[in-house]
């Protein structure tokens, strides 16, 4: 069965620096998502992603953040600077309209 | 703007009884979608079971079913028979494809369910 992937499952990295977090949708699906959970918190969304570029983004994703889908099967979230607070979980999803997402197994970031 | 409210924080169930997650939601839109999402300590987000807002009929998914009130904006889910495997955080998420052409999902505060053996 076809199932979104991402790695690294952590991330550990100092506040300031860069990392990128990386999914590979399911093949067939044309919009991906990115969610952010806070430990013990909602799930909250951060970003969209159709027909190569942006649909719509939250509050949350400021400049720091990128997306992007680089060769047309990974797609990857950027955040320039790390913050503390940036620490979470963050899922990537797909789907191929407007029904089921599915959802990776998320990667761990944890900024120190 | 579109909210979900999960108002029970934590559960638990002895293992074969039922249970029953409440989710209130508030929107404007006549089309939507409702979701439950199951969260295990593996912290990965597993589809539960999905309802269609101009389905009148509530969906059901083995054990699980929903109790889906449009006029209350409410959206209950019921596990039936609980089993250890069931523990887990379950959340309540809404999409309305109008408003929002991302299909964006926007999820409750969550609910910890435990089963007791």
């Known amino acids: ?112 | 703007a579109q909210t979900v409210t999960q108002s029970q924080p934590e559960m638990s169930v002895q293992e074969a009884e039922t249970v029953t997650l409440s989710c209130t939601y508030d929107t404007s839109e006549s089309n939507y979608y409702l979701f439950w999402y199951k969260q295990p300590p593996s912290r990965q987000m597993i589809l539960v079971i999905r309802q269609e807002a101009y389905k009148q009929q509530n969906a059901t998914e083995n054990r699980f079913s929903v109790n889906f009130q449009k006029a209350a904006k409410s959206f209950s889910l019921k596990i039936s028979d609980s089993q250890l495997g069931d523990t887990a955080m379950y959340f309540c998420a809404f999409m309305a494809p109008r408003s929002s052409n991302t299909g964006k999902l926007i999820f409750g505060q969550g609910t910890t369910l435990q089963v007791k053996p």
């Open chain 1, 1 to 112: 069965e076809p199932e979104v992937t991402q790695t690294p499952s952590h991330q550990v990295t100092q506040m300031g620096q860069e990392v990128i977090l990386r999914c590979v949708p399911i093949s067939n699906h044309l919009y991906f998502y990115w969610y952010r959970q806070i430990l013990g918190q909602k799930v909250e969304f951060l970003v969209s992603f159709y027909n190569n570029e942006i649909s719509e983004k939250s509050e949350i994703f400021d400049d720091q953040f990128s997306v992007e889908r680089p060769d047309g099967s990974n797609f990857t979230l950027k955040i320039r600077s790390t913050k503390l607070e940036d620490s979470a979980m963050y899922f990537c999803a797909s789907t191929l309209g407007y029904n089921e997402q599915f959802f990776g197994p998320g990667t761990r970031l944890t900024v120190l």
